[in-house]
């Protein structure tokens, strides 16, 4: 029985896949931890900021392809459990903004630059939060209930409800 086929085990691989992305956040913030407080790299004193755009292209290399296995397990799932019969409308729209996000990713893979190390690590942060945050507690969530599986992120439903 493959990954998808049982509803509590592709719940558990989503969660904890989840987690995988909030951890790639971590990395990004550990890259540059100023990135909240500058709009540029120009008043950094740290010896490796040379090394800073290697290193944001690489986590954005990993989130992509994490990104792309992800997405591709849960819209198997959607098909596997027959979830369009369910709720076309939201597996409908669980695709678009899975197509969306990628597009974005592809967008700021793209627009990488050492004149621009800085926007791109704001530009990816907006994009991970996005995910984590808005479509994990809406698309997501949804898709755990219509698995039937009752869906248990409290960070997610929570920040959701705080927008
Ligand atoms: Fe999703």
């Known amino acids: 029985m493959n990954a998808t086929a049982d509803p509590h085990r592709i719940a558990e691989l989503i969660r904890q896949e989840h ?44 989130v992509f392809v994490f990104m792309v296995d992800h997405f591709r397990k849960e819209e198997m799932a959607m098909r596997q459990h027959r979830l369009d019969l369910l709720d076309r409308p939201a597996c409908e729209g669980h695709r678009e903004a899975h197509a969306e ?7 700021l893979i793209a627009d990488l630059s050492p004149q621009s190390v800085l926007s791109n690590v704001h530009d990816l942060a907006g994009l991970l ?35």
């Open 19 to 62: 987690r995988e992305l909030k951890s790639m956040v971590g990395q990004l913030h550990s890259v540059c931890p100023c990135a909240q407080s500058r709009r540029d790299c120009s008043a950094c004193e740290t010896p490796k900021a040379a090394g800073c755009e290697q290193a944001v292209a690489r986590i954005l290399e990993e």
């Open 101 to 107: 996000i990628t597009e974005h990713a592809r967008h």
């Open 129 to 163: 939060d996005g995910w984590i945050g808005d479509h994990v507690a809406d698309h997501d969530h949804r898709l755990l209930g219509l698995l039937g599986v009752e869906h248990h992120e409290p960070g997610a439903v929570a920040r959701a409800s705080a927008n």
